[in-house]
């Protein structure tokens, strides 16, 4: 007896059975079912090495990144295990199984996969990681994502972290590969603690300079890391020129205030403002509210300031009078208007200051 299947395009195929040159029988079925009937007629393990295919891994992926719940994911990963545990099978052989193994560690919670069973399963994995050649890059993913569920399970990733580090330390030695080198090395500084990195920067740059400049005036505050600038510049008290939208006040009182500025690749990327009575700063020293318009309850300013290039200290004085100067309104705060007619030609009187709840402590800490 023989068959002949017909694929006409469509979601059918057709089915013929012939006894010589008769033909004894004729059906459709859906093209799914067909090839799901199929499947069982193939040895499992070289239906194991077609689905690894890359094309076929690809498709693994978005679905589970699309359609497949967490179970199903389990269940997969169960399942693997399970092959695994079976002597008989090669399955770590596979040049894809590492990357079908990233992925499922990935999705999986592995507090809840069986202890034994992933030993065993990361055993496969790390069977061949003495082989890695020189430009492979599937055993870092799979450091990543072993540092990824680090804390998760301390116990489980501390031999298999050991394996492979050590082997990529090995790596490192013997590489060129400056694209290789730097994915390993974001693998790793993720977790790394900030010891070790000034550590690790101090060796490699010993006499790298993180600030080499004179403080201009006024300049109260200042911290400087490997991203970015805390400046704090003290404005003095004194009778100010104002505007609200088109009407000019003249010598207007304003208190004594704090503009706390952070630097990021040369632009401003924040700006806070409170007022103080204290003429030395202290750590607990206690702050006030902004009086007047453009500055929100939690100290940080309503207003535009991206454009500004900051490449030195000096060009960042001028930025608190370039503020003061901006026409006020009333939608952060509706009293500005009278209090500049309060003020005009008279003294600010700090007793109308409303206290913030921070102190200078935390007027300058990142958050």
Request: with cysteine.
């Amino acid at each position: 007896m023989r068959m002949e299947v017909v694929l006409d395009g469509s979601k059918h195929v057709e089915i013929k059975k012939f006894d010589g040159d008769i033909q004894i029988g004729r059906r459709k079925a859906l093209t799914d079912d067909f090839i799901r009937s199929m499947l069982s007629a193939i040895d499992e393990q070289e239906l194991l090495n077609y689905l690894f295919e890359k094309e076929y891994l690809e498709v693994i992926q978005k679905y589970i990144d699309e359609e497949a719940d967490v179970s199903y994911v389990g269940t997969i990963f169960e399942n693997l295990i399970q092959k695994i545990n079976n002597k008989n099978d090669s399955l770590e052989n596979n040049q894809y199984y590492i990357d079908l193994l990233i992925l499922l560690l990935d999705k999986v919670d592995i507090q809840k996969i069986d202890m034994m069973g992933l030993r065993n399963i990361l055993g496969s994995a790390l069977k061949n990681v003495d082989k890695m050649e020189s430009d492979s890059v599937e055993f870092q993913s799979l450091l990543l994502t072993l540092l990824n569920k680090a804390e998760v399970n301390k116990e489980l990733s501390t031999p298999a972290l050991s394996k492979i580090l050590g082997v990529a330390a090995k790596k490192v030695a013997m590489t060129e590969n400056q694209e290789e080198l730097k994915e390993l090395f974001f693998s790793i500084v993720t977790k790394a603690k900030n010891d070790w990195l000034e550590k690790a920067i101090s060796t490699a740059v010993p006499n790298r300079v993180l600030c080499n400049s004179f403080m201009p005036k006024d300049i109260v505050y200042y911290q400087k890391d490997l991203i970015s600038e805390t400046v704090v510049i003290k404005v003095q008290r004194e009778r100010r020129k104002v505007r609200y939208h088109d009407v000019e006040y003249k010598q207007v009182g304003h208190p004594e205030m704090l503009f706390y500025f952070r630097i990021q690749n040369q632009r401003i990327s924040k700006i806070k403002i409170a007022c103080v009575k204290d003429k030395i700063l202290k750590e607990d020293t206690r702050l006030y509210h902004y009086p007047y318009s453009n500055v929100f309850g939690d100290h940080r300013v309503c207003w535009s300031y991206g454009e500004y290039k900051i490449d030195s200290l000096d060009k960042l004085q001028h930025i608190p009078y370039v503020f003061l100067s901006t026409p006020n309104n009333g939608h952060v705060n509706p009293q500005t208007r009278m209090l500049f007619e309060k003020f005009q030609n008279a003294e600010f009187d700090d007793e109308t200051l409303s206290p913030s709840n921070k102190t200078f402590a935390e007027f300058v800490a990142k958050d």
